[in-house]
DNA sequence: GCTCATTATTGACGTCGATCAATGCGCGGT
DNA sequence: ACCGCGCATTGATCGACGTCAATAATGAGC
């Protein structure tokens, strides 16, 4: 397979959104059938990503948002100055893009942290198409929204939290979404470096492992490389407020 | 005048959105004489808000948008274990709320930091009058968008710089939303004390207060109390980079 | 105009996380 | 299967910011 990402044009072996197992995710609850063939019609095509690739990159002109079939992504903003800052992880269900909408120019970039699939949507057409269907628009918002909200938690971890706080609410978090994805709630693999998770927590590479194994010492979990075994996951929930 | 937050309703001696003068802020230029008398209707009321009175609280059931006409507020998220954490100054012409639409509540308190009035933007009268005029519709996505990346680029400023960068950063941001308003981009007054700034930017009050201090000492500018005079203000955007 | 609580400044000291460094290991790629 | 580099772990030291404390200045409210 190429290293290249290609946009794959719509094929009948593509599963409809109307048939995707993600529907709940990231299309609206309570569209009538007819409503759902034209959300069907709005995915023009999908695109694979491989590992390490970029979907979109800082300053390539937006023009599609991009829904997570599978795989894993991280969105990253780098500074005038060099300052590299991941703003998130995405996995399966998951929207890609919405910064882009203001400028019309992507503000950030995505790339796969492993090899992943994506179904585009073209913004014009799910623009024209809310305009029709008042509950695909009402859930457009919401999703919007509810990246603001996540965004103004990052704020709150890196304004208030300390390192193995940080560290706790990030585990708590990623096995929050595994969980609603029907995977183990328990038990994950991280897709993500250490570096990476430390860009995003505010940290340096070095405290997030030592945050790990400390963690580990405090039998709350086993760390093994990529792979996290959560034992107590009702401890690390505290492990997230002060003085625990 | 009372000190509590009373709607008023709407009268004679109002400014209309079309005659408003913060119109290029808030509403999307290039509507026709009939949509922007649509948009006229949309804003329902204006409200007075109090120094230090709530504008809305967290958990309150979210209805409306506010666009600030006057004033200035602060939006502030507090944990379960209590933390609290700035996260925006807002200031006219800008929107607060948005993040009340992904759960139907709000998620902040928004606070009025002088004494300020806002205009009531129904939710569902706006929803609906994006659906007809796409123009309308076009540019709430666009705010939306801007408020995700505004996010973002505070999570950098948490994630990545130091106490004297992020000072800098966060006044020549405020000197340039001023100069966009017509006033001066040197010299204004903060609204907020040294611990809501610190609490944005994730530094104790004492830090906030050392690091202007230090600002002054290297005359890019003048502090007495809440005002603040820029004499450099190229130094002081060089300031936000590291080893300056 | 006065008063007092709030806000701001500054100093001394402690601590958490960064930095520098060395070693080991795992896994992706051929 | 093997190779080699990227990734992870751990230790020692340093420095930036937090904490604690004392004082000063301001301005909001009576």
Redesign the interface.
Known sequence: MSSVPIPITSHGLQVACSACNLRELCMPVGLSDQEIERVDELVGARRKVARGMPLYLAGEPFQSLFAIRTGFFKTE?V???G???V?GFQMAGELMG??????GQH??DARALEDSEVCVIPFNRL?EL???I?TL??HF?????????R??????L????RAEERLAAFLVNLSQRFVSRGYSATEFNLRMTREEIG????LKLETVSRGLSRLQDEGLLSVSNKNIRIHKLDDLKKA???RC
């Open positions: 903003v500074s005038e100055d300052r590299e800052q703003t919405l910064d882009g909408i203001g400028t503000n950030c623009s809310s305009r029709e008042d628009q009402h918002h919401k999703v919007m929204s509810r990246e603001i909200v965004d103004q938690s990052v704020m709150m890196l304004g208030t939290m860009s995003y927590l505010g997230m407020s002060p």
